[in-house]
């Protein structure tokens, strides 16, 4: 089944410790994604990459790192979280990255709610 | 960059048609996504708009007008599964991002 998947889905951690947040896809996608969902702010993208070893901030890139050394897992790092990163994470991916042209949706894995204490 | 305007949330009866809008201000727009997201799930994708005028997929339609910088999103004879927030995502040329806006929440009544 053609799907993207995130772990772990729920995780609640303590100020500056630091964790991994997995996501994987099994598409053969080029693009992939990761935004942050918060109430009243809607999805606001962290970082992208075009492909492998290729990556760039989005819109809120601050306090968070990521790699993409193999095409199908594009892991979200925080070094340190702090509580302001508390919020609903998704990871998404496409065929095709936006410039392409092509009608290229993104496929959204199922969510990683976490809370930083 | 892109600017995307949708109102917050509304309440349709069961059977009833709704019509969700998304206005957007971009440089060089490249097609407009509608996704659909239930709380606390990811969105899934719903349609998609590049040319002005309207694409019907079952009980939803979505309607563009570049010139305008609108779309809509019509949901016909609504369902309670319907109850959802719905996204328009705008993409621009020269960018690798997709940007979404806040979503407009419908909750459907019987």
């Known amino acids: 089944e053609a799907q993207v998947t995130q772990n772990p889905r729920y995780l609640i951690t303590v100020t500056g410790k630091k964790l991994t947040v997995t996501c994987s896809q099994n598409m053969n996608h080029e693009y992939m994604s990761w935004y942050r969902q918060d109430p009243g702010l809607g999805l606001r993208q962290i970082y992208y990459s075009m492909n492998v070893e290729v990556t760039d901030k989005g819109d809120v890139p601050e306090g968070y790192k990521v790699s993409r050394k193999e095409k199908r897992n594009f892991p979200l790092i925080l070094e340190s979280p702090s509580p302001n990163q508390t919020s609903l994470y998704f990871c998404a991916s496409s065929l095709t990255p936006p410039t392409s042209g092509a009608y290229n949706e993104q496929f959204f894995g199922p969510g990683t709610r976490l809370t930083v204490l | 960059g892109q600017n995307i305007d949708q109102p917050t949330e509304m309440t349709a009866t069961e059977g009833a048609i709704v019509q969700i809008n998304c206005t957007y201000q971009t440089s060089g727009f490249n097609g407009l996504f509608w996704y659909q997201q239930h709380a606390g799930e990811a969105p899934t994708f719903l349609s998609y708009?590049?040319?002005?005028g309207l694409e019907e997929k079952g009980r939803f339609s979505s309607f563009l007008s570049r010139s305008k910088g609108y779309s809509y999103l019509l949901l016909k004879e609504l369902q309670m599964k319907d109850s959802a927030s719905y996204l328009c995502?705008?993409?621009?040329?020269?960018?690798?991002?997709?940007?979404f806006g806040k979503g407009n929440q419908v909750v459907v009544i019987p």
């Open positions: 995502a705008v993409r621009e040329w020269g960018n690798n991002r997709l940007a």
């Open positions: 708009n590049v040319l002005d």
